[in-house]
């Protein structure tokens, strides 16, 4: 039997700079627009949601952008995340692949989503933000902004989808615990919200709707930005952190992946993992990048690639993405982080170009992957990451019936331990 292998770093090999991909792409990427005139939208376009750091760093070409310390300083409480082997999977599935996953559930809130609430928190501080407004689904990006807020001294609102709002209260507490104003989205503090609760005074929500809502609220009052968790070209280059311990993680053991799997809902873990060994593939090395989603909101899958907004009600800018249509409202599933319309314009191109796949999972099919996974490895996943579960199971068995050697690496984006009661 192969030892089991749980794998961090040592301090001397932690990292320091973030990576952007863009710096190395063969091709451009098509620029966001502004969603009224259909123009090109410039930076002081922009600086009515974001502060000018992130401003920079969405624009920039650098290919490494520096970690600033006082980042570096709060990675270092749950960073480098582990990379464990799950062996035990591998001894029920019988099959010659290896498997491994980094563990992002090891966070403070349980979730990937920390690496870039503490680095946007940092920068807003730093541009003399006092409160940043923000959006979020099954709770996750919520509750990682309110505890990065309160590490750098933010005033934090949040509108929370109504259905993962009565689903998941835990989130709510524990984004009031670390001082946040959460509210239910669709809200009557809003004119976006107001427009859906006058058709449906229990409207389910979106993600669409609820950045509609918090973005609306930014434009209407002064020292307050917007903080997005995800589809973001800095949002993905925050998360590289991922996939670059990972990258030096694989090499401490003298392994190659040959698949590299994440789930999508936006695609910030999936893209934060892949991105650091895009230029591996560009260069002709064997290895394939699989995104995950479910078969309700199947963005990557089914979804058409254009212009479209990343809210309901129109005031993001257009971004070139997969989508499913800005109206798209997707059903109660309980993988709340997954019901999002649209996808990283970064991830997009990538698919277009045909330097990734993506698959979509049938909900029993993800809760039968995460039992499974709970049982032999006893790490309960959040149900986004089930998705990438399931998709390293088809993986997996495919190897096996090929009888192919493969290294299957995935993310586990993070922990269920608050999302029980879809589980039951
Ligand atoms: C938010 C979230 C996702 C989906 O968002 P991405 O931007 O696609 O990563 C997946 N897993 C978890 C645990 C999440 O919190």
Not at 52 to 59: G, K, L, M, R, T
Not at 151 to 160: A, D, E, I, S, T
Not at 263 to 274: D, R
Request: glycine share 8%; proline share 6%.
């Amino acid at each position: 039997m192969e030892e089991r292998i749980r794998v961090t770093l040592p301090s001397g090999e932690m990292i320091k700079n973030w990576y952007n991909v863009k710096a190395d792409l063969p091709f451009k990427l098509d620029p966001p627009l502004n969603p009224k005139t259909g123009k090109i939208i410039t930076p002081k376009e922009l600086s009515a949601i974001f502060c000018p750091s992130i401003i920079e760093q969405e624009a920039t070409d650098e290919r490494y952008i520096k970690i600033p310390e006082e980042v570096l300083r709060e990675y270092a409480v749950f960073r480098p995340t582990p990379l464990i082997r799950a062996s035990f999977l591998e001894e029920y599935l019988g099959t010659p692949a290896k498997i491994y996953y980094k563990y992002e559930g090891a966070s403070p809130t349980g979730s990937h989503k920390t690496n870039t609430a503490l680095a946007q928190a940092y920068y807003n501080a730093r541009d003399s933000v006092e409160q940043l407004v923000t959006e979020t689904g099954a709770g996750q990006w919520g509750s990682a902004l309110t505890y990065a807020g309160v590490k750098f001294g933010l005033k934090v609102r949040v509108f929370m989808v109504r259905v993962s709002y009565n689903q998941k209260p835990m989130r709510k507490h524990m984004m009031k615990l670390f001082g946040g104003d959460v509210l239910e989205s669709p809200s009557d503090e809003t004119e976006s919200g107001l427009r859906f609760l006058k058709d449906d005074l229990k409207h389910p929500g979106s993600l669409g709707i609820a950045i509609s809502e918090a973005i609306e609220t930014v434009l209407k009052s002064g020292k307050s930005k917007y903080a997005l968790g995800s589809v973001l070209d800095h949002v993905l280059l925050h998360q590289t952190v991922i996939g670059l311990e990972l990258k030096k993680q694989l090499k401490l053991i003298n392994e190659t992946p040959t698949v590299i799997i994440g789930c999508h809902g936006g695609g910030s873990n999936f893209g934060g993992t892949i991105l650091p060994f895009v230029l591996e593939k560009l260069s002709g090395q064997e290895i394939r990048f699989l995104a995950c989603e479910p078969e309700s909101c199947p963005t990557l899958t089914e979804g058409e690639y254009r212009y479209d907004y990343g809210d309901s009600s129109g005031f993001t800018p257009l971004l070139k993405m997969y989508t499913l249509g800005k109206d798209f409202v997707p059903p109660k599933i309980h993988a709340g982080g997954l019901r999002y319309h649209g996808s990283a314009p970064i991830i997009a191109k990538l698919l277009e170009e045909k330097l990734i796949e993506a698959e979509n999972f049938p909900q029993e099919e993800t809760f039968q992957a995460a039992r499974l996974f709970s049982k032999v490895e006893g790490i309960i996943p959040a149900p986004e990451t089930a998705h990438a579960i399931a998709g390293v199971i088809r993986e997996a068995l495919k190897a096996k019936t090929m009888k192919k050697e493969e290294v299957i690496v995935f993310t586990l984006s993070g922990h269920g331990l608050l999302d029980l009661s879809a589980y039951s």
